[in-house]
């Protein structure tokens, strides 16, 4: 499986984006699937991540009530909706994916994660 980071950009303080991640080359259900996010000079950080079957979910603090992955196994995609958008949200997100047997584990550790993105730009204007 390979996957593409898409939707980052420039957006308004306050305001929202949706980032996706494609996969392809493979049976994307069959992955637990993270969002990662790193800013300039800060070492890489977990912001969610979703089970292979949709139904579990976890956030990192900061984003909880905020941001909300999601994701359309038919699709291939895992989404991430960010609201409420602040400054510090600014970085490079990264989608990662694991290969699990479980439906419904989530998995918050970046070394948990086998296959990885490229990363797609977040700035945010205050």
């Known amino acids: 499986v390979q996957l593409q980071a898409s939707g980052g950009g420039l957006v308004q303080a306050g305001g929202f984006l949706s980032l996706s991640c494609a996969a392809s080359g493979g049976t994307f259900s069959s992955y637990a699937v993270g969002w990662f996010r790193q800013a300039p000079g800060k070492e890489r950080e977990f912001v969610a991540t979703?089970?292979?079957?949709?139904?579990?979910?976890y956030y990192f603090g900061s984003v909880k009530g905020r941001f909300t992955i999601s994701r359309d196994n038919a699709k291939n995609a895992v989404y991430l909706q960010m609201n409420s958008v602040k400054p510090e949200d600014a970085a490079v997100y990264y989608c990662?994916?694991?290969?699990?047997?479980?439906?419904?584990?989530?998995?918050?550790?970046?070394?948990?994660?086998?296959?990885w993105g490229q990363g797609t730009l977040v700035t945010v204007s205050s």
């Open positions: 979703i089970s292979r079957n949709g139904v579990s979910t």
């Open positions: 990662a994916a694991k290969y699990v047997r479980s439906y419904t584990d989530v998995f918050a550790r970046s070394r948990s994660y086998d296959l």
